[in-house]
């Protein structure tokens, strides 16, 4: 055998030229080899990544889990704080509902006293004497006030002509009408004087002062002061001054 008849084994069966990156049998397993670690990179690499989007998916699903359980805690407080609120607003309507109803009832007595009050205080009586029975003397309140019943008092022929015109049958020359039962409360001037009759067992002064009058009206002593009709002189709206009248 020839040497120019043998082919060198490093080249192609089809070509004279030689291949560069086959330098022969050992280069072409290295080729395989990277192949393979490429390919194990590649899965590797996939395998990471996919761990790192789970883990940032459980940590993504962890944090939103959070959140919600906070939100639905706000929530819950929130609920809560308005339940809180309406009950504090139903029991404050509550109480205008009834203080509304007190203030109602209050004024309903304020008006009944006050029309009370009207009737027992009659019409303003004009300037001038009055006649009348004392029902009672509040000498030391503020202001000073009698209470009265005015009546008519007629003497002499006038008291049996009144008394025949009412159908009474009168022995003595002293009549009194009593037409309009309504008591009247008068203001009494502090100054104002008292006249007293002296007869029978009196012992107190014919002319007392307010004050004293007002304690002999309301004593056992005075008993007799309650029965006696009165003559009452009324300046400027006040009485100014008390006359007891004898009656035979």
């Known amino acids: 055998m020839k040497t120019s008849q043998l082919y ?47 883990a940032w998916d ?80 509040g000498a030391n309140q503020e202001p000073p006030r009698l209470v009265i019943d005015i009546e008519q008092y007629f003497t002499d022929q006038a008291a049996f002509d009144a008394a025949e015109e009412d159908g009474v049958f009168l022995d003595h020359p002293d009549y009194i009408r009593n037409e309009n039962p309504r008591w009247r409360t008068i203001e009494i001037d502090p100054a104002a004087t008292v006249s007293l009759i002296p007869f029978g067992a009196r012992s107190y002064p014919t002319v007392v002062n307010l004050s004293g009058f007002g304690e002999l009206f309301s004593s056992y002593e005075g008993r007799d002061l309650r029965l006696s009709p009165y003559w009452i002189t009324i300046e ?13």
Do not use: C
């Open 58 to 137: 459980r940590t993504g699903d962890r944090d939103q889990t959070e959140g919600l359980e906070d939100t639905i805690a706000q929530r819950d407080a929130a609920l809560g704080e308005v339940a809180t609120l309406n009950h504090r607003l139903n029991g404050l309507r509550s109480r205008l509902t009834e203080a509304r109803a007190e203030a109602t009832a209050l004024q309903d007595a304020i008006a009944a006293a006050e029309a009370e009050l009207v009737s027992m205080l009659g019409p303003a009586l004009p300037d001038g004497k009055r006649f009348g029975a004392l029902i009672a003397v």
């Open 8 to 54: 060198d084994r490093r080249l192609p069966l089809t070509g004279g030229r030689p291949d560069p990156g086959l330098p022969g049998e050992p280069r072409g397993r290295d080729r395989r080899r990277a192949i393979s670690l490429s390919v194990v990179f590649i899965l590797v690499a996939a395998l990471i990544g996919g761990a790192s989007v789970f």
């Open 236 to 248: 400027a709206g006040k009485v100014v001054a008390i006359e007891e009248q004898l009656i035979s």
